[in-house]
């Protein structure tokens, strides 16, 4: 089979290149680039010599010679790439935030600055959140060509860290709080002041808070989870924070859920826990418990590891991996649950679960070609 | 005169070191060690070489020979020196939070493992958050020899940026939440392999998520902090998450502070913002008068700095300073303040913030031996 | 094939349980622990839970369950495991440095503090620089069970750009000077204030400058190639100088060689090239030429990348490879060859190279399992 | 005093206005800026609010209001401002490599691709290495205004170590090599590939190899230095190797040096050292007398800190600070003098330099404003 990758230049670009090279089912990959058209992948990323090799076509080209197209084009530039897929009858799966937002199409242009120029593909495209939609992709892909919105890196780990307890009823009600620190590699290739090494590195930054584009990705995730679990649409307020610290690959998440009246832990007579002392046994056990719920509800989702107790989500036993860790902890007071998840941004928020979709869509064993080992150091 | 630094060789003696080896009005330093006693400090720390001198006493030989005394031992294990000096009539500024929790020794002990030896210390400690005590202090310090509490790093940089909202009626009730990033320098000096350069290196790390100790401390100076600014003690939840991030020196905090209904921001009919739009003018509007309050609340605070709008606060811009930077936002409902806050842990976090202590006592301009320039890079 | 591994709860013991695990061949993994017998590997390493997972045995029920055994040991313990195996009959690949210099015993016990414990092992043991020693490892494997001594990861990449240099008659006699810049895991897993993050990130720190210990291995391989290439033994003299660089991963080496006088660049009338100006066209011309000899040299090396004209060898474009990169430099007075070389410390530079052994001497493919690609970033 | 800053806005310039805030004889900056001009110099740096403040100016209007300037300009395009500072008659200080040259246009003009606009400028400009012509500053600076070339951030690191070997005779003829490794602050405030951080974190890169522009000015100086000591204009041929390393200051140099026949270490029958074996008992007592002759001949330079024996000179140790942190190694064979020396690249490196010239053409204390204390972390 021949994956096709258009915007191969850009970091996500690229990073498919590099595991699409490795996916058994894929023989061969064709590559475009705008800027680099008719050089060489392996020149522009030299450490690609000897393993990853393939002259850079334009995206048409690309287009009527791939099985399965991937697109890592900025956002807003290529709807019609998907047009074309869906002519020729092959799935196209977007790494951008275009086909994220649905029938959305009053959110997205306020935040891409964009209306839809094909607004019946939006009707049939799928949000590629596997965890959240793999049933709905499985039959979808069954039907015809699939457009799929690979999710954003943010909502991915925001939205795997919330989702078993807006699906079981721990949610209460209230402000979510999702606080992420993202490596730089989340920034691109292109070069900037932001992103330049003197500027970012032994620094944290925090950036566009309150106001990230990827807030209203989140909160529309979150809001289908709680309705796809059997729940009324919550009136749920989302707040998203992100900060740039330096390193390469990762990105930590801290959600802050408040918890329901049944799932809150008190002391008796209905008074929360005194805050201002160390974590009860209650608040111990009944974190063990969430986190029993967790696993059982990840039980069959091979990519996400509920830790033991104990252990926190570090980005680092992620990083090279499709994986995204979740920890999970109760305040002191007993009446909020603090979710940390940590995924690699590149791959779980990226390219890696872009070839997730891919799996999915064609039947392949759902870990193929992502069944790398996280690299500690 | 001459100041004294028990347990000069750790990070934060060294620190203090460094930093008073400037000090205009220190003419001499005394230092101690139990590690190293007999040593000279520039052989433990060559960097100090042909600028910091002297030789490692005994604790008892430091008291006995400075006009001020400076610990930065580890937390439990000095009191005996805050008497000591108490009993000679000198000053005693204690870096450990040994002298942070006044009165409320059950709750000290229900966290740091041990009760108070010296009670009536305890009693007449003061809290070193200038900002918040510095006219308790000065007073203070007409009567007779202080004990001073210096803040904890990571209560610094939550306190500041809370501390107009709270003082002013912004804040409405309900869990305020602390999320910060921190620098490997807050660990010590002694290896571990949480601070192993290959573990900590690339990586973030959320640790002690809802159990750092820092928590108490945290909750109890908001909690004065509206006492004092007129308003009853509130039933405040504070919920306290820490990160590790691969840098040096730096605190990031992120305080989530829900708003008084006369500070959100409403569309007509009192219904809140439509959270899933860009920031509105009325949010942007309110975020500029709510930095004018806080920077007029801080006008006299020479270390504090709100920054203008659009600029972040970021810890590489306070790096090597006493300065905290604040940086205002409401989330996108418009019922939430967002402040994010920078120090550099290990002066305005630590030896810095001792030192303007000691300013503020001894009369001194309280910049004096602090007014450092950041280093971007 | 059951692999087994002792002292796999180091960084290059975890690092070989990692690549392993993605061996074609090896089905199983043995792995002993002298601090963790009786726990689990993915409870060491949390990265690996979902991947890799092991009870943590003896060193001789590795041994005895095993089908070849790698030994990720401290220096100077492990000689009688390597008996256990000769005597059970199966390979013994040695990542220490125990096994690095064959009958050359007072060199090793000067540097390593240590005698042979079974001299008769090291007279049969191989060094496996495997593009050194290829033809003799596959050979000696019919004969029966090897003794691999793999080589230190400096001496790997210092010996693999030389090599060329050195058997095609480039060097011209003197002093060959290696100066390699290497990351923190080749450090271990054992805290230590030089790799305490604090004290190494941020900045370069020679160390054990004329007084490494991987500078005997050096001198030893490089006169082996010159001998092997049908030189005689050279009174080479051989510096090494070390430097620890904030990075994880990689190895650096700067090779200087003094061209011989048929290599040399020259102006007319044999005078050198003018050092005060910029690389005349003949030096590039010869750079070229030394260019395509290298690459000729190792067309049949798999590993190695010898790069084109105008890129240089970054660790970045080699991590998480096997790779070894290298580009080739003659100085302005063009009497001079500098080469610079990549590797990944760990894989290369250890448990790849390893595995490049083990697939040697089982006569698999020699890129089995070590088909990884470069993660740039 | 004014003190003036032309191209204030890169990071030498910034470093410039960050560290002249300090200097007790500086009472105002006058600052200029092309890409800037008319905006606050703590807009562009939101670091120095509180701090440094100024009206981002023209050159022109820099110059007529200042009592001294330095120029932080690019290369080839500050000459004309050298001259408007003579005819106004005040010193100008030049961080470009427009004046290191003196009469050598031919070299410079083929490094940096332009001839001299004002040659007579040249003939009496002064290389401003403070430790080498420090006499030479103060003598001229009696007779007029000066131009200074203040050295490049390499040749400052190379010069420094190798000095006394050359004055005192060491230094024994044949190829001196410097191998650096520098930095990113370096590449200056402009963004660019090899500077973004995903493709310069993690990793060690070897650029401009036998190609640097810093060459020819590191020859020169070495070549000036034996000639001042006495010597005969020596037939060196320098070569010089940097990398880059994922740090924001400092520069770490290794300076290869042939010892002469008098100061090599030998065995008996005047036969080199084994260099197979570890250091033998010769080569530590010469290494601790080259060390004494070393801090002898550097003994009333403020500057210079020669290490005590087994400390090795780490860039950490100098960050901040104007210092440059010698140690001295012979290598195994007795035949080679090592050298290595960490400066902070844009103190010592350029800005602090600058301001050590500009202390000593006006006789104020030549540590003046420079006494800053190294930070280790």
Redesign the interface.
Known sequence: MIAGIIGATG?AG?ELA?LL??HPEIKKLALSSVSYEGEQIE?I????????SGSLLKAEDVISSSDVVFSALPHAVGEKYAAACMEKGIHYIDLSADFRFGS?ED?YS??YGKMYQFPKLHEKSIYGLVELNRQKIKEAALQGPLIIGNPGCYPTGAALGAFPALAKGLYGGG?V?I?S?T???G?G?E???T?????????????K???H?H??EI??TLAQMTVMSGGSKPSM???F?P?L??????I?S?I?I?LSYAWRVTQDNEK?MN?????SKEIEEKTLEIRRLYADFYKND?FI?V??AG???????????N?CDI?V?????G??L?I?T?IDN?IKGAAGQAIQNMNIIFGFDEEMGL?T?????
Chains 1, 2, 3, 4 share one sequence.
Not at 197 to 206: G, H, I, K, N
Not at 329 to 333: R, T, V
Request: aromatic share 10%.
């Open positions: 970091y690229a590099r090279s490795g020149d990323y030299p450490g690609f010599l000897g393993r990853v959305d959110v306020a935040w402000t709080i606080d620190v490596g730089a590699s920034g290739r070069p900037s002041r992103f330049h090494y003197s500027e970012c590195a032994d620094s944290v930054l925090p950036y808070v309150a106001s584009r807030s209203p909160a529309r307020q989302v707040i924070t900060r610290a330096p390193l390469n690959r990762g930590s801290a802050y408040p929360p805050a201002a002392m160390p974590p091979k590891r830790l033991p252990i926190c989500a570090a980005t680092n036993r992620v990083r090279h991996s994986f920890s902890h109760i305040d002191l007071s009446s909020l603090i940390t940590a590149m069944k080992i996280p690299m500690l150091f």
